[in-house]
């Protein structure tokens, strides 16, 4: 399998008036034309991750790292234009807050129509066909209504398929996923999950699949990286992640509910120094 | 109208009307005092519409709602807001990133007219388990489990009997989900509080709730306990759908080209 990118210790720190926050700390792995996934609790450093290979980490904020490679392409040594036309066109990433990612003052429908026209030379009459095909694919319900609909008069869940219809419409070559299905009802969500799959299946499309959902990331992915406190403590085959062996893995399997299993109160994790070593 | 004098929270034939988009198609459910109900059911099916319509924030027009025996007419009294509190769905949008949690929780209580204020600041913090030195932190300052902690004691801090929870803990990673419903059930058992609760995630709601209702475009789809789901004791196609989901992912069988 031919490597699409190619992260190796990268780093991501922030200054922040109290101190340096290690928000990443050597994160090292690669990307073929496969899904990867993401997983790991609340701020360690999956968003920050993934940020840094689409280039949007936070200015005041210290990137280094040995190799940052996409497709022979040394992310951190192009000019910031190439970077934007890299995003625009070939690296694409669904941001894990629909809401604030959206436009407030724009329909969902011109949103997905510009981003579309910022790519391809397309008339406004096909842009905007194409844009509600893409509302369609993902399992909007009247797609027309939905395209004339601001960001505040949608659902939770309808926010964030507008947000996947609007990275998905340029046809990107890596696509970065942070959270995307994390509102939609089980079976929206596996609809999602086949078109993500068929890009990466037809198209032969690299999928980051950030998540904290390990039922849905040990169904869906090849691989799997287990993130805690900013590094990696675990990669696993995503079928084998039942038998993950790093304990904090297995506290997380063990805290979820199960349909029929009548656990109370649930077990929580019980944090261990030795993990963020 | 005897019978829901006894109930916690009765909704009947609702209906919501957006400009001219039916969001509600007449839906009725009712809750007993500290039963924890579930809703469950397709995104954009009229879930949040729901309870936002509770807590007088979505266009009704046609059905009724009765909250511990009162009809609620158009508007919600002060009255109303210290006996239900609703806690949003989305943990990023619903708290103001720029305040401090000690204004967050301050708010409300100047708002009713607490003088007791220092007191119940420190008590809610202290019963989601957030720890003093979070009170003068701000809310962009703060993980999303933390986020969300702040948005119930927020909820709870003026001692409603009914608490509606729109997806409390999607966008909460595994641990800090346990710790959030661990933190709910106890509280609806020490304070005999009735949940009405939305989620996607069908392992939460039979692990949280008595009975739940199935959603779909506005209506009702089935009502049923959550012992017979979980039993897989369902009637209809899109229930067993929705069970089906739930076991995650299945690679349709397409040879690789
Ligand atoms: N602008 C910032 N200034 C200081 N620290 C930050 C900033 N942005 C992020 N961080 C910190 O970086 C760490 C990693 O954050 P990140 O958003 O990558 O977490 P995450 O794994 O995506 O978590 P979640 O599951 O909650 O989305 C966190 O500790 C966070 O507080
Ligand atoms: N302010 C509004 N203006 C127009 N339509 C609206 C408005 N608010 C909600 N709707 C519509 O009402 C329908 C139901 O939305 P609601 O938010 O209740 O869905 P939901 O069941 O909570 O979905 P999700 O699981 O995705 O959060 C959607 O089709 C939505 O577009
Ligand atoms: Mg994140
Ligand atoms: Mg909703």
Known sequence: ???LLTVKDLRVQFPTRTGVVDAVRGVSFTLGRERLGIVGESGSGKSQTGRAIMGLTPPHAKITAETLNFDGIDLLKVSAAERRSLRGNRIAMILQDPKYSLNPVMSIGRQIVETLRTHERVSRSEARKRALDMLAAVQIRDPERVYDLHPHEVSGGMGQRAMIAMM??????LLIADEPTSALDVTVQLDVLAILDNLVRD?????????????????????????????????????????????????????????GADTHPLPILDRKPEWAA | MTISLSKALVIDKLEVVFDRFRALRGVSLDVMPGESFGLVGESGSGKSTLLRAVAGLAPTTGGSITV?????????????????????????????PRQTVDRLLLEPLAVHGFTDIEKRILRALDEVGLGASFRFRYSHQLSGGQRQRVAIARALILEPSILLLDEPTSALDASVQAEVLNLLEQIRRDRKLTFLMVSH??????HMCDRLMVMQNGAEVERLSAADLAARKVTQAYTRNLLVASDGFVRPDIPAV
């Open chain 1, 203 to 259: 198209r032969g499309m690299g999928l980051i699949f950030i998540s904290h959902d390990l039922r849905l990331v040990s169904s869906f992915c090849d691989r799997v990286i287990v993130m805690y406190a900013g590094h990696i403590v675990e990669e696993i085959a995503a079928r084998d992640l039942h038998n993950a062996k790093h304990s904090y893995t297995q506290g997380l399997l063990n805290c979820m509910p199960k349909i």
């Open chain 1, 168 to 173: 998905l419409i340029t046809g990107p070559e």
């Open chain 2, 201 to 206: 995630d069908l392992a939460v709601v039979t």
């Open chain 2, 68 to 96: 511990n025996g009162k009809l609620l007419g158009k508007s919600r009294t002060k009255a109303f807001y210290r006996e239900v509190q609703m806690v949003f769905q989305d943990p990023y949008g619903s708290l103001h």
């Open chain 1, 1 to 3: 399998m031919s490597t």
